[in-house]
Nanobody, 127 residues
Framework: QVQLVESGGGSVQAGDSLRLSCAAS????????MGWFRQAPGKEREFVAG????????YYADSGKGRFTISRDNAKNTVYLQMSSLKPEDTAIYYC????????????????????WGQGTQVTVSS
């Protein structure tokens, strides 16, 4: 069982930056690939970024390429999402998720692949 708790959301202006954090419980954090998803009002949850178990591989949705950076610190059981040049269309609830994997390079983009989810943190970007 893994519990995930996101933090770092807030209300910002377009062009600002935010860093989201997701703290995981348990001693097997390094067994999980991690992902960030978001869901805007009236829209489906969508993949934002993912990182492999060791952190050696990352994958981004087109919406965040060049603006978002995912990273993890396995010693702290934490995954981060650094977001810069934020746009109003980035407004959403952001969720982190954990995918138990045997393949050290695997990063899933489909939400159905993930086993555990956090409660989400709101990000609001105003123009």
């Amino acid at each position: 069982q893994v519990q995930l708790v996101e933090s770092g959301g807030g209300s910002v202006q377009a062009g600002d930056s935010l860093r989201l954090s997701c703290a995981a419980s348990g001693r097997t954090f390094s067994s999980y690939a991690m992902g960030w998803f978001r869901q805007a009002p009236g829209k489906e949850r969508e993949f934002v970024a993912g990182i492999s178990r060791s952190g050696g591989n990352t994958y981004y949705a087109d919406s965040g390429k060049g603006r978002f950076t995912i990273s993890r610190d396995n010693a702290k059981n934490t995954v981060y999402l650094q977001m810069s040049s934020l746009k109003p269309e980035d407004t959403a609830i952001y969720y982190c998720a954990a995918d138990f994997v045997y393949n050290s390079r695997k990063i899933a983009a489909m939400s159905s692949e993930y086993d555990y989810w956090g409660q989400g943190t709101q990000v609001t970007v105003s123009s």
